[in-house]
Nanobody, 115 residues
Framework: QVQLVESGGGLVQPGGSLRLSCAAS????????MGWYRQAPGKERELVAD???????LYAHSVKGRFTISRDNAKNTVYLQMNSLKPEDTALYYC?????????WGQGTQVTVSS
C-alpha cells in the first residue's frame, strides 16, 4: 500500500512559478517511477512529467523547458518545479506511482494561473 500526498498548488499570475511536492509513504520509494499528471475541466488526465528510479526524466511537449521534475529519495518526495506558467497550465495536478502492478494516485493539488 502506497499513499501519496500532494501539496504546493495555488493561484499564480501568468509567468509566475510554483513548486509542487508529493510525499510518498512506504519503504521502497527509491524503487518507484513517479509521475505528475494533470486534469483540466472537461479534459482528460494527461502526463506532465515522469522520473524513473535512475532519475531519467520525461516531459510532455507542452511543458518541456518550463517544468522540472526531481526526486529526493531520502525524503520520499517528488517535486515539480513549474516556471513561466501559462493560463493553459490551470488544472488539478496529481502524482502517481505503480507498485506490484497497481497504480496509486494522490488526491491532487489545484494550480490556477490567472491574472
Amino acid at each position: 500500500q502506497v499513499q501519496l500526498v500532494e501539496s504546493g498548488g495555488g493561484l499564480v499570475q501568468p509567468g509566475g512559478s510554483l513548486r509542487l511536492s508529493c510525499a510518498a509513504s512506504g519503504s521502497f520509494f527509491s524503487l518507484y517511477a513517479m509521475g505528475w499528471y494533470r486534469q483540466a475541466p472537461g479534459k482528460e488526465r494527461e502526463l506532465v512529467a515522469d522520473i524513473t528510479p535512475s532519475f531519467i526524466t520525461l516531459y510532455a511537449h507542452s511543458v518541456k523547458g518550463r517544468f522540472t521534475i526531481s526526486r529526493d529519495n531520502a525524503k520520499n518526495t517528488v517535486y515539480l518545479q513549474m516556471n513561466s506558467l501559462k493560463p493553459e497550465d490551470t488544472a488539478l495536478y496529481y502524482c502517481k506511482t505503480q507498485s506490484s502492478g497497481r497504480s496509486y494516485w494522490g488526491q491532487g493539488t489545484q494550480v490556477t494561473v490567472s491574472s
